[in-house]
């Protein structure tokens, strides 16, 4: 038996915000059909005010989801980019009357989604996109993981045969950060880790987490093994323009 | 109204002459089927009642072969321990990745803690064994073939008798979780290769908490529980007098359930969906699967919207997911299956019963519809391709 909460259920039943926001002038997406949960946060912005007049979503996922979303949106109506900005998961949570458990997550991805956009609205992208994406480069720092892989392959792959089956994974998502204005790199493969470098509006902890979760499962497909995949420490470039 | 219960793969009403079977074992015929005094001559003969009953259900030789455990669950984790006590020099189990987690979990754990191989033979799209990875997996290493009769998720049916014979010929025992099979098909045991046989009271309207592991004479056994003489020393424990006495009266009416009948509702609900929602698959193998189950798969809707928003509406689905650590995942047979991305998540399982009517199922069929459109509205994908 699911126990939403009765604030959580009715969002989900009588969805508000739902639907596509012609006039968005920030737009944050996040999660994946594959990964079975996504949602696309539009915002309408007043520049001279900043203050968010309007905000619609779309979402594909479970009642936590479709929920979180439509909570998100009454939330920050009428608030400021700074508010927002500040909006956590927790707060979505409680607005749904606290979610079960293990949907928790669910306010997480509506959290994202707002960061996402307002990363949009105030051009945090660090980045440009590079016109010709070249395989990512591979350093082995350490041999194939040594305990019992859970998930057994007939014949065990080579290190560098697993490298380049996560070059591959790991090209074959970059198009689709970088449409969203992002980009992954590899830095290190070390046993069962697999260290990536994340850039523009994937970077940032919500949005990376989901991200990689994606990318995280690709790869233990692609390599049948269990894969951790970790982002690198490094910054979000500052919007003071600190150097 | 009264709901519309299709999810009877997951449980089921118990029938009303099960029940009026039971009363009296929890109230005036409360003894011991083992006091040697007048009190335990009812539940004794009433024990002796249950085992012809499921031993017919499942066309057993003798009624000795039957043993009655806690539910389908405790029977496949005897099966599965017994037969890799018998020989200690097999090691190797091959199973199906599509098992119950009460197989697949178990053969996780002897992988992992007890170092025992496990061959988990995949199955193609259509949800049917690969037999050429599963003659590739015998060998005389093998101690065990465990395999499911009838899947609980898509209905598919294994043709296990071939598969048991198949076994047979590396020296492998057989055994089949029969949980979903039983009462859904026919089964007759007798004479074929097969050597142990799971089955649940609760999957064909009897009561929860019993079930019966098939043990065919001749076959080496160690019990799992150890204890009592009960079970001919096979299963330690004061009997479930009531459980097995309703299993016993809903194995007994099972035969008179009118398959064919269930078939044609589920082929109604199947062909009313399939007209009335685009992008829409029906799931598993649709030249052998069990008559009452339908497992239909929604591009670019997620499963558990669905299910909410059915359930709403008063009927009551499951769907071929799981939530694991905050995602909902696909399914293991989801994935075993490889369903394509687009509509892994939107797998819904309705099983039928003998109870479930033509109105019933028109309900479903006029509810359904509005229910994917709606979800499919709010999701930001394809919204082209579902027009």
Known sequence: MLDYSEKALDHFFNPRNAGVLEAANAVGSVGSLEGGDAVRLMLRIDPDSRVIAEARFQAFGGGDAIAACSALTVLVTGQSVDEARRLTAGQIDAALGGLPGDRKPAADLAQAALQAALAQFLGITPEAPKPDPKPASVTLLAPRHESKPKILREVPLSPEDEATIIAQVIDSVRPTLRADGGDVTLVAVEGAKVRVHLTGNCSGCQLAALTLGGLQKRLADALGRPIRVIPEQKPLVSIAGAR | ?387
Not at chain 2, 208 to 223: I, S
Not at chain 2, 238 to 259: K, Q, W
Not at chain 2, 323 to 329: F, L, N, P, R, V
């Open chain 2, 1 to 387: 109204m009264q709901p519309v219960y299709l999810d009877n793969n997951a449980t089921t009403r118990l029938a009303p002459d099960a029940l009026q079977a039971m009363l009296p074992f929890l109230t005036q015929d409360f003894g011991n089927p083992s006091s040697m005094h007048a009190m335990g001559r009812a539940p004794a003969r009433a024990l002796i009642g249950a085992r012809r009953a499921v031993q017919a259900l499942i066309g057993a030789a003798d009624d000795a072969e039957i043993v009655f455990t806690s539910g389908g669950t405790e029977a496949n984790l005897t099966a599965i321990r017994s037969a890799l006590a018998a020989d200690p020099s097999r090691r190797e189990i091959v199973t199906s990745a599509v098992e119950h987690p009460a197989v697949l979990a178990l053969c996780d754990h002897l992988e992992r803690a007890e170092g025992v191989t496990v061959h988990r033979i995949p199955v193609d799209t259509e949800g049917r064994l690969e037999l050429d990875a599963f003659r590739a997996a015998l060998s005389d290493r093998v101690a065990l073939v465990t395999l499911m009769w009838a899947n609980n998720e898509t209905g598919t049916v294994f043709p296990v008798e071939g598969l048991a014979e198949l076994a047979h010929g590396v020296g492998a025992l057989f055994h089949t979780d029969a949980v979903q099979a039983a009462g859904k098909l026919p089964i007759a045991v007798k004479g074929t290769d097969i050597d142990m046989l799971s089955v649940s009271a609760h999957k064909l309207h009897g009561p929860k908490g019993v079930g019966a592991l098939y043990l065919r004479k001749g076959v080496p056994f160690q019990p799992l529980l150890r204890g009592g003489k009960q079970e001919r020393g096979r299963r330690a424990g004061t009997e479930n007098i009531a459980g097995i006495v309703g299993f016993g009266r809903a194995a007994e009416l099972a035969p008179a359930v009118d398959l064919a009948h269930i078939a044609r509702l589920r082929d109604r609900l199947e062909a009313g969906i399939i007209a009335a929602v685009p992008k829409v698959r029906v799931l598993g193998d649709l030249r052998d699967r069990l008559a009452n189950t339908s497992c239909l798969a929604f591009d670019f809707a997620e499963g558990e919207a669905i299910l909410m928003r059915l359930d709403r509406a008063g009927i009551a689905v499951s769907t071929g997911a799981a939530c694991s650590s905050g995602a909902i995942e696909p399914s293991h047979v989801m994935r075993a299956m490889k369903v394509p991305f687009t509509a892994a998540h939107g797998a819904i399982r309705f099983s039928l019963s003998r109870d479930t009517t033509v109105p019933e199922i028109d309900r479903v069929i006029e509810a359904l519809p509005p229910v994917i459109a709606q979800l499919r509205a709010l999701s930001p994908f394809g919204a082209e391709e579902v027009r």
